[in-house]
């Protein structure tokens, strides 16, 4: 039995739309009058099912009209589909059409989401690399990317400070064999990370007296009835106990 990903690249194999909505979609894009000049339309289509990539999604919405470019939103990190895309059809009349129809279209247990995106509202970057397949990250480029990444001030005081601390038990443990171990490169390269780390951060602005005043808050009383011992009060941090006693009644003569 064949895969499930060599048996789309079968024509027999093509999900085919209901025939109302077939008969429905090409009645409308067949009234579309073709201009001399055409304008291309965007669409938006998300909660795509998995499994149908860039060459399904390209085939499957060919069949409404000449699909330009097709572009899915993928995880830069494990190179997985996002479940959403962008298509590019070469009638901007078609467009507005496909996604009008095909919107909540049900395909494999999902409904897609499809809207038609305007020229003016799409980034210059939406279709970057769709002219190109798609090549999954492998590990070996991820650890180069992630070993090559330029690193902050605190990243570099903290490997500075590995390496030092690394060193320093290297020393201990040649000094404990009786062999001579000089070597002070790790430690020059922690003391130039911490004069890099200490110069940008900025120092604290003293605040005024009018500010200290106005932040500056009394704390608030409790007022505590301490004929009653059988209720007890749980003090808020911040505030003051005042205990309040009742004066006894003065006997009648």
């Not at 999900?15 to 009645?27: F, N, S």
């Not at 492998?138 to 992630?146: E, F, G, L, P, V």
């Amino acid at each position: 039995m064949a895969s499930k990903t060599s048996t789309w690249n079968t024509k027999a194999d093509l999900v085919p739309l209901e025939k109302d909505k077939a008969k429905e979609l090409r009645a409308r894009i067949s009234k579309i009058k073709q201009a001399e000049v055409l304008r291309p339309g965007a669409v938006f289509v998300g909660h795509i099912p998995h499994g149908f990539f860039e060459p399904q999604v390209k085939r499957f919405f060919s069949q409404f009209g000449t699909v330009s470019r097709v572009r899915l939103a993928r995880s830069k990190k494990t190179g997985g589909p996002k479940g959403y895309g962008y298509i590019e059809f070469e009638c901007e009349e078609v467009a507005k059409v496909v996604a009008e129809t095909m919107n909540n279209y049900l395909m494999f247990e999902k409904l897609l989401k499809c809207e038609f995106i305007p020229t003016e509202r799409l980034h210059p970057k939406t279709f970057h690399g769709s002219n190109r397949k798609f090549l999954k990250p492998t590990r070996r480029s991820t650890a180069i990317r992630k070993h090559n990444k330029p690193k902050d001030a605190a990243a570099t005081l903290q490997s500075a400070m590995r390496l030092a601390s690394k060193n320093l038990g290297r020393k201990r443990k040649y000094a404990a064999l009786g062999l001579n171990y000089d070597f002070s490169g790790y430690d020059d390269m922690a003391k130039k990370a911490k004069l890099q780390a200490a110069s940008i951060v900025t120092p604290k602005v003293p605040k005024s007296e009018e500010e200290v005043k106005t932040t500056k808050q009394e704390p608030a009383t409790l007022l505590l009835d301490s004929s009653d011992p059988e209720i007890s009060f749980k003090t808020p941090p911040g505030v003051s106990k005042v205990k309040k006693i009742k004066k006894a009644a003065k006997k009648q003569t």
